[in-house]
């Protein structure tokens, strides 16, 4: 008899994770990414500690904490008189008590190491899933490029557009937030010849848009920004827009001049929709189950989408761990009765955007270790 597949669709964070930990459990796991190849792309993200001690079962906990920046605090400042509202300890305080650093990073340095992490040849580039059908006894995926896989489960790791989740529920867009994000990567050394002080992680807020500000290197030769700013409508074609210099000036106008620095400083700046959905009404079917965006799409300003779609992978792994795949039902109801009121939570917090702009303590998100939870059945994450 061959052995049992699982085939996971999407190798973004979450599924790249997701792969190389079901595959460190003993699974044989095919991984299938509608993209030709990664590339760099310009965005920073942050890695909490929460998910440090998922990246340590992978092995690359150092190579993420020497690559990345590993700042003392998150600061929250009010955007125009500079005002601190939180100083969150991060640092050592961090690796002390929640058990990891805390690192903001390149997302494109990030990636590769986690795409590193799978198996050799089992991740498979240019496979844009189109049909998926479950028979009962398994489950055919068709690709745009007509080749065709049969696997004993499949993981919809396939972000917000989650073809996974539109077999579960039907067709049905994402939620338009009203609010867009800019993001531009700064040359260290820009800022430096500018003058410009920047803080390693430091959120500026007004009351309905803020921009969050930090290095994604160790050596701190980059610097990032990334902006919630309310607009009426995404009427543009795509994922993203390029924006100007001047927009951003006037949507931020009566900001600290830092903020007025970093923008003038940034060469090329992209604008985003945020968008986002309701809690789903279930988490898998039959064969099928979903994880990250695909199943609980936020806001990101709490920056914990990519590390609840981590922890999602590492949950899923855990508990098909414990049942085996032929109890893969079993496996499915435990991973969401253990995940399902924290990612829920977070997104709740995320889409408020309230987090950590006072003096709150983070500990249930960062001191979390999803290897110390204690599995119930029908239990609360
Ligand atoms: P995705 O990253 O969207 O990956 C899905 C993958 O599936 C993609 O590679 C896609 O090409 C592939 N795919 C899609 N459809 C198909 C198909 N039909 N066939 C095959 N492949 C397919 N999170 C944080 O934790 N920290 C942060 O600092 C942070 N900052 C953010 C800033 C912004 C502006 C935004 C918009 C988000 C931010 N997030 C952050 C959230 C984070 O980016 C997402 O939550 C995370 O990327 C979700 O990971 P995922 O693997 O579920 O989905």
Redesign the pocket.
């Known amino acids: 008899m061959s052995p049992q597949k699982i085939a996971i669709?999407?190798?973004?964070?979450?599924?790249a994770a997701a792969g190389a930990l079901l595959q460190r459990a003993g699974f044989s796991v095919d991984v299938?990414?509608?993209?030709d190849a990664f590339s760099r792309l310009g965005?920073g993200?942050?890695m909490g500690p929460n998910v440090m001690k998922i990246f340590r079962r992978l092995g690359i906990e150092d190579a993420v904490a020497r690559l990345g920046s590993q700042p003392d605090f998150w600061l929250s400042r009010d955007g125009a008189s500079g005002d601190y509202f939180s100083r969150i300890p991060l640092g050592d305080f961090a690796r002390r008590e929640y058990g990891a650093a805390y690192v903001t990073i390149h997302r494109g340095d990030l990636h590769e190491l986690q795409i590193a992490a799978l198996q050799p040849g089992t991740l498979h580039f240019d496979?844009?899933?189109t049909e998926i059908e479950d028979d009962g006894a398994g489950v055919d995926l068709t690709f745009a490029d007509g080749t065709r896989h049969r696997a004993d489960i499949v993981v919809g790791?396939?972000?917000?557009?989650?073809?996974i989740r539109e077999a579960l529920l039907g067709p049905e867009k994402p939620n338009y937030s009203g609010w867009v994000?800019h993001?531009a990567l700064i040359p260290g050394a820009t800022l430096e010849a500018a003058g410009i002080a920047v803080e390693p992680c430091v959120k500026w807020w007004t009351d309905d848009r803020h921009m969050m500000a930090y290095y994604t290197t160790s050596t701190r030769n980059e610097y990032y920004f990334?902006t919630g700013v309310p607009h009426p409508a995404w009427e543009f074609d795509g994922n993203s827009v390029p924006a100007s210099r001047e927009e951003m000036h006037e949507a931020f106008a009566g900001y600290h001049p830092v903020v007025q620095g970093l923008i003038a400083s940034a060469d090329e700046i992209s604008k985003?929709p945020?968008l986002n959905r309701n809690p789903l009404p279930l988490w898998s079917r039959g064969r099928m189950v979903l994880?990250?965006?695909?199943c609980h799409?936020m806001k990101?300003h709490m920056?914990?989408?990519?590390?609840m779609?981590i922890e999602d992978g590492a949950m899923l792994a855990r508990c098909l761990a414990e049942t085996g795949l032929s109890d893969f039902a079993t496996g499915f109801q435990l991973y969401e009765a253990n995940r399902r009121e924290r990612a829920s939570r977070v997104q709740a917090v995320s889409n408020a955007n309230t987090w950590l702009r006072t003096q709150e303590d983070p500990a249930w998100v960062f001191g979390y270790d999803i290897y110390e939870h204690a599995l119930g059945s029908d239990a609360a994450a």
């Open positions: 669709i999407g190798a973004g964070l979450g599924g299938f990414e509608q993209a965005a993200i942050h496979k844009r899933l790791a396939d972000g917000i557009n989650s073809r994000a993001r990334v985003w945020l994880l990250g965006d695909a799409p990101p920056a914990q989408g990519a590390a779609a």
